[in-house]
């Protein structure tokens, strides 16, 4: 049997995709050992879990350095990566949206819109015949319109405590996110059936 390699992204997803590795049966108490490792070898299962920045999952499992993984349906927005989506694991449930002072935009034709998500914000306004400059940020992007950085923002927005704490409000809704699995297109092909068994069991576990 095929040594399956799954990424899963850290963070606010590890906790719940460790849980539903566990759920399908798969013993995951290494992962969950307070340590600073990143692979976690699972010889029982046949199974090799990786742990990286959710950013990176889609890169791995693109170039075929692991087979699955587990990430945001954000991080897949914004990337666009070569890869199949295959299940929805409702779980880390938020939105993308557009965010700014409760005042709102003030009616400007043209907005400075401040976000981890250039192309998804892009592409948003595009749509929208929308003119913005998009700035791009690495983290605590509700500091840019507080600063005067920004006129907006576009962030995943989960329990809205981010924003409320700092003064601001959900402007629009641009899309629902949730954790999705995803998969290398060769290894659909080369491990069709160690992979076939594992998608069938998560989405049972999940529907
Ligand atoms: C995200 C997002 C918001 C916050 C929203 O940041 O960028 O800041 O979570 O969550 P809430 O609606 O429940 O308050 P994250 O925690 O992923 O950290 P980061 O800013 O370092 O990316």
Do not use: W
Not at 160 to 171: A, F, I, Q
């Amino acid at each position: 049997m095929e040594t399956l390699k799954i990424a899963i992204a850290k963070g606010r997803l590890a906790k719940y995709s460790i849980e539903l590795l566990e759920e399908i049966g798969i013993d995951c108490q290494v992962l969950k050992e307070d340590s600073r490792k990143l692979v976690f070898t699972l010889p029982q299962h046949h199974i090799e879990v990786i742990l990286l920045k959710a950013v990176d999952v889609p890169t791995y499992v693109e170039h075929g350095v692991v087979d699955m993984g587990i990430v945001g349906k954000d991080v897949l927005m914004e990337q666009e990566r070569q890869l199949y989506e295959v299940v929805d694991l409702k779980f880390g449930v938020c939105k993308f949206s557009v965010a700014g002072r409760p005042n709102g935009t003030n009616g400007k034709k043209h907005l400075r819109v401040a976000t981890k998500y250039p192309n998804v914000t892009k592409k948003y306004f595009a749509q929208k015949g929308q003119s913005v400059e998009v700035i791009r940020q690495e983290g605590s992007v509700e500091l840019a319109p507080l600063m005067g950085l920004s006129d907006v923002i576009v962030d995943i927005v989960e329990t809205g405590k981010t924003l409320k704490e700092n003064g601001l409000v959900v402007l629009e809704d641009i899309a629902n996110i949730s954790a999705r699995l995803v998969l290398n297109k060769v290894s659909y092909k080369t491990k069709k059936k160690e992979i076939t068994t594992i998608i069938d069991l998560i989405a049972e576990k999940v529907s």
